[in-house]
Structures are given as C-alpha cells and as structure tokens.
C-alpha cells in the first residue's frame, strides 16, 4: 500500500474549509494562544503557507473561523424556528429549546466562543464579526418578541426586551456549559420558558417605550 501523501491536495474552497474547521478544533483544546499556523496547518493536514495564501496569516483565519461558527449556531437555531409549528411564541420557545441543547449547548464551542470573546477588545475585525454576529441574533428575537406583542395587544420596547432575553439565555448557557452540576438543563427551560410566559401575559410593563 502506497505511504499517504503528506498533505491533501483539495480545491480552494474545501481546504479555506478545513483550515477553518482545524481552527476551530484548535481554540477549543488549545486556546488563543496555542493556536498557530503550524498546529492549524498539521490540523488540516495541509501546508502552512495556505493560512497565508487564503486568509493572510492566523488572524484572519480566525476571523473567517468566528464567523463560520456563527453562522452554523444561527443556522441551527433557525432551523428550529423555521421547523415550529405555530406563530412567533411557538418559534421563541422553539429558540430557546434549540439554545440548550447540541450542538448549541456543547463545552467544546464554549471553549472556542470563548477563544473569540477574548479578542473582541483588542481585534478590530473580530470586534466587527461579533457585533454583526449578536446584532443578527437579537434582530431575529425582537422580530418574534413584537409580534407577540402584537398578537396579544399590548405594548413593549421590543429591543429591550431582546437584551434582556439575550442576557439571560447567555448567562445560563454559560454556567451550563462551564459547570452543569450548577443545575440541570431542565431548569434552565423552566427559567427561559417562564419569561416568555410572563412575556406573553404582558407582564414587563417596565419595557414600554416612553412614547408609547
């Protein structure tokens, strides 16, 4: 049997893939720092000087890699909504439902979110992927949290009650994912579901706007 040639030879877009996907494995076992052309060129089985030739270096890499994991979440959490059966509450529940369990709710992409979240301050790049990353995600939940709104008469800043749906699903995750002997992921439904609960009974009468 012939040896295995030391790198792959693929069109552009599937190595830009494997390179992205090798990123990924990286952050999340060796962190930021770990997380070199070499170990994501040996990752991908492919030549270092393609980190270079597709993304100019490791930042970029990491970049295009920040997105692509945003994209497969969001993709992921669309789905759900898409799948529901029902109007704007079922697709929220259905939001939630998807936000705690996998692959959304998996240590692995905690590690690398985290990875990300480290280099938001500092990179201008991955300060603008994250923002486009959280702006796209609340827009689809204010969109869902005013119809609601709509539908059961009753008046709210939609925006607002988006950061604070946001907040709360983040902090749970969070813990969930760092620790999940905090509690289990039954309660964390519990905790999100009650929101909407309160949400569709027109409870936060704190997040009207003041013109309204």
């Known amino acids: 049997?012939?040896?295995?040639?030391?790198?792959?030879?693929?069109?552009?877009?599937?190595?830009?893939?494997?390179?992205?996907?090798?990123?990924?494995?990286?952050?999340?076992?060796?962190?930021?720092?770990?997380?070199?052309?070499?170990?994501?060129?040996?990752?991908a089985n492919v030549s270092p000087g393609l980190v270079t030739h597709h993304f100019k270096g490791i930042d970029g890499l990491i970049v295009a890699t920040y997105a692509h994991v945003g994209d497969q979440v969001a993709a992921v959490l669309n789905q759900a909504m898409d799948d529901a059966t029902g109007g704007a509450e079922a697709k929220l529940?259905?939001?939630?439902d998807a936000?705690?369990?996998p692959p959304v709710l998996d240590r692995d992409l905690l590690a690398v979110?985290?990875?990300?979240?480290?280099?938001?301050?500092?990179?201008?790049?991955?300060?603008?992927?994250h923002r486009q990353i959280y702006v796209d995600y609340r827009r689809r939940l204010e969109s869902l949290i005013a119809a609601i709104a709509k539908q059961r008469r009753f008046k709210i800043d939609a925006h607002l009650a988006a950061l604070a749906l946001t907040a709360m699903l983040d902090g749970l995750w969070l813990e969930l994912c760092l620790d999940p002997t905090t509690f289990a992921t039954e309660d964390a439904l519990r905790i999100a579901h009650?929101?909407?609960d309160d949400l569709a009974a027109g409870g936060f009468r704190a997040l009207v706007k003041k013109d309204q």
């Open 93 to 96: 529940r259905a939001f939630i």
């Open 113 to 129: 979110w985290l990875s990300f979240w480290s280099l938001v301050r500092r990179d201008a790049q991955v300060r603008k992927v």
């Open 99 to 101: 936000s705690f369990k």
């Open 1 to 43: 049997m012939a040896d295995e040639p030391r790198f792959t030879r693929d069109q552009p877009d599937v190595r830009k893939r494997k390179l992205i996907e090798a990123a990924a494995q990286c952050l999340a076992e060796l962190g930021h720092a770990g997380t070199s052309v070499r170990a994501v060129a040996a990752r």
């Open 194 to 196: 009650a929101w909407v």
